[in-house]
């Protein structure tokens, strides 16, 4: 395969091992070739082209060629239950074939059938899945199979703890690889619109885009001449301080400033409730947040770089306060509830009020401080190559998944190739798009020359 | 050519744009969307899953627990009840995660449209590794007893603690772990979650008794025998070949079967239980025996000879047993007179291991 950067075409499509939204454009829309009037060796010939172009066109054919085995790995699930009850024999009872079994029916009332037949052609490019640049992009390390290599050539991938420079080596079963962090999160994450800006492209068509689905409805509105209120205030923060439990992806700045006004809310509403001395911590609290927040707000228009320094010092300040902040939240929740001896409101709806306030203060308290804690594990740092505070990139979620083959740690970067993938009935363990009969005429091809 | 870009765009800006970012509290693959970009399972109905019982939260749970005692419910039943509880209300949990809407079915797993036989299959989530780790690691459990434990291949068991110790050790070293990206792949995947508090409904990761499909067994046989005879596993593994063992005992874990065994004769608990103890004393006496016989021909055959940095390790070897060319596979050292092939075209000098 010619070293180009043109991998993905249109015209004539191929899939690569890739995140590409070219390529996903291409899955979208590719068949199995119809097979009516062409030669069987022309259906091989495309078939074994197609397959070629997914499965490591850098590997040379030759070399593919000499790697093919057409001896297929398959498992075969034992039941140990079945093991202990039957030793076997009673294969041979009834007629010789086995009793005859009573049909069985799952809860809809439909036929269960037999075991699933092993995909074995699915396994043909088995050998392939052996190779540490593969095996790296299938633990989601890479977004291609091209960049793997790249990262393998350029020593970023480690072996069993060793530096090791081959993209081709063949991984042994226990074999433990390491990929540096960093590439990861660059392979992984969204590109930054400017070497000297944190943020992302991604981040930016977002905003673009919502900014034209406001204007088209507030368009549409005018059109149908229905004057809609804007929303208080108050609703619109509520439900993003909501999302929080959920940890949508969202940006971190619009996170902490939801926060920050339910924070200011929920604190005027519980001032009345607290000591004198709680109320001063709250207030410093509070005030420590504003200045990061208007910090964060003039970083977003301009002087990024001082900014960014200031806003992490500050992070780090709320950071060290915001857990004595919830302890002490919590006594003051386990005080409303618990304890008789405290002179509580006698009527008993005041004293609901206390507590419900209390426990709302000290979930926000929490909520907030995991929001904090989430950005400064993923902080704005525009030395970083990739855009900051990392997300994953467009449409890595449909190609995500990792075979069972791989044991991963996505925390530390490194995954344990744990033994040769396998097919077992109904399923086969390397990933390729193809159709089965696609598979079998590329195995075939490949079988006329053993 | 404009007119393909043309299409593409229209696709992604289309049903494609389903693709773009993640699908909260759930997978996103192909198989999942229809042609028009439309989740397959919404369109099923709901009733599938099980009518939407009420979920008791859980600061109910102390007065509940009262009312059953003062019912007179015995200790089971009330355990049983209190894990249907729980179950619901974690399934309650998960539908709210996924925002209401149904579980993937294994046909949405299907990140290739095409290939029927390719599912993405769930990894350990992050509780599970941490479990295994923990009991691995600092409770001491044997390895295969953990495995079948979790339901999780024993290889796997002792990756997770492999890969979980350089992780603390990183956390020890203040080494900035990959946490965004962490949450973010396991956010994509599916996982296999880890319910400690229910104890009965514990969900398998993944099959531990795998049987590989041997190659003297590829073949049809006709192997006739008489129709009296109790032809076993035992026996067929013989007709295929004479080493070959019994499926019973190629499996990843020949001792549930015994454990299995034991209860269908039906032993009593005390009697099982000193028959397994008996059975685990017998499989650690074999393998102190075998690490003594190992220690011993390594005494025997090795002298060790302490260096400043290195210890140099000599070992007898015959010179008779370096095949026809000099160059048999294990042959060892460097034949006089014999060139180096490694310059030859399609000699390849790419390591075939590490340590």
Known sequence: MPRTKKIHALKRPKLRQSWSKFNLYNLSRVTAPPAANKTFFQQKWLAKSMLRSYHNPDVREGTWTRMFDRRLPAVVPMDHRYLAKYDGSEMASGRGMGVDKKPQRDARGNEIRGPEKTPYMHMTFHPLERRLDTAIFRALFASSTREARQFVVHGWVKVNGRKMIYPGYQLNPGDMFQVDPERVLYATGARKVKKDKAESNQELRRRAEERTAKKEKAEEDRAVGAVVEEEPENNTVEPTAEEDDTTTPQTYSTELKALLKRATAILDDSKRDLSGKRQQELRTFRKDLKSTFSKLRGMDESDLQETTESFETALAEILTKVPAEDLSKQEQAADAAASPSEPLPSNPQLQNKTTLDAHRARKDAELLQAALVRARANPIDTTKPYATPWTPRDYMSAFAFIPRYLEVNQNICSAVYLRHPVARPGLAEVPTPFHAETMALGFNWYLRRR | ?355
């Open chain 2, 1 to 355: 050519m404009k007119r393909l870009r043309r299409d593409m765009q229209a696709w992604l800006n289309g049903p494609g744009k389903v693709f773009r970012e993640p699908l909260p509290g759930s997978t996103n693959y192909m198989a999942a969307y229809d042609k028009q970009g439309k989740l397959l399972r919404t369109k099923r109905n709901q009733g599938e899953e099980g009518p939407e019982e009420d979920a008791v939260p859980l600061e109910k749970e102390p007065e509940i627990r009262k009312q059953e005692e003062e019912d007179g419910l015995d200790e089971q039943e009330m355990q049983k009840r209190y894990e249907q509880r729980e179950f619901i209300r974690q399934r309650k949990a998960e539908r709210d995660a996924r925002g209401g809407l149904p579980r993937e079915r294994p046909f949405d797993m299907r990140p290739y449209p095409l290939n029927q036989n390719f599912r993405s299959q769930p990894v350990l989530s992050e509780d599970l590794r941490e479990v295994i780790y923990q009991q691995v690691a600092v409770n001491g459990v044997d390895v295969s007893t953990v495995s079948a434990a979790f339901s999780v291949d024993t290889r796997r068991v002792a990756a997770v603690v492999r890969l979980k110790t350089i992780e603390k050790q990183w956390i020890e070293e203040n080494k900035p772990l990959a946490k965004p990206y962490q949450d973010a792949v396991m956010a994509m995947l599916p996982q296999t979650p880890y319910r400690p508090n229910i104890p009965g409904k514990m969900i398998p990761h993944e099959t531990i008794n795998d049987l590989p499909v041997h190659p003297k067994t590829r073949q049809q046989i006709f192997y006739p025998v008489s129709e009296s005879r109790q032809f076993t596993r035992e026996d067929a593994a013989k007709a295929f070949d004479e080493k070959l063992l019994p499926a019973d005992e190629r499996i990843a874990h020949p001792e549930l079967i015994a454990i299995e065994k034991d209860t269908l004769a039906g032993l009593s608990r005390e009697e099982r239980f000193k028959r397994q103890q008996e059975r685990d004393r017998v499989a650690a006496e074999a393998k102190a025996e075998q690490e003594e016989k190992r220690r011993k021909w390594e005494e025997k055959t090795q002298r060790v000879v302490p260096g400043r940095r290195w210890d140099f390790k000599f070992q007898d070897f015959s010179a008779e047993k370096v095949g026809k060319t000099g160059r048999a596979r294990n042959a060892i050292g460097v034949r006089y007179g014999m060139p180096h092939e490694d310059r030859k075209r399609g000699m390849v000098k790419i390591p075939t291991s590490v340590e």
